[in-house]
Nanobody
Framework: QVQLVESGGGLVQPGGSLRLSCAASGSIFSINAMGWYRQAPGKQRELVAVITNGVSTNYADSVKGRFTISRDNAKNTVYLQMNSLKPEDTAVYYC????????????????WGQGTQVTVSS
């Protein structure tokens, strides 16, 4: 079993910045990818950004140039630096990890964090 604990959400004014963190712990051999998703009220959950265990990243068009995803493999932690925040960025942000539990195990498992609220408002 793997636990993902997010932190860093809060209330910020338009144009401001926030940094989200997500730390993974538990039965982890390798984390193949970590990412951030968000869900606004009345909308479906959507991908924000993802990073593989290398350096490959992918961003939603709506956040390109404003958000940066990074990870610290030694700490099993992923970060999302959010700059130039807009009211439309308001949502619950969820961390997601794709994990291999044991060496030699080809299966990969998906885990989600509990979510952290980000509110952008003046």
């Amino acid at each position: 079993q793997v636990q993902l604990v997010e932190s860093g959400g809060g209330l910020v004014q338009p144009g401001g910045s926030l940094r989200l963190s997500c730390a993974a712990s538990g039965s982890i051999f390798s984390i193949n990818a970590m990412g951030w998703y968000r869900q606004a009220p009345g909308k479906q959950r959507e991908l924000v950004a993802v990073i593989t265990n290398g350096v490959s990243t992918n961003y939603a068009d709506s956040v390109k140039g404003r958000f940066t995803i990074s990870r610290d493999n030694a700490k099993n932690t992923v970060y999302l630096q959010m700059n130039s925040l807009k009211p439309e960025d308001t949502a619950v942000y969820y961390c997601r990890a794709r994990v291999t539990a044991r060496a030699g195990d080809s299966a990969q498992y998906i885990y989600w964090g509990q979510g952290t609220q980000v509110t952008v408002s003046s």
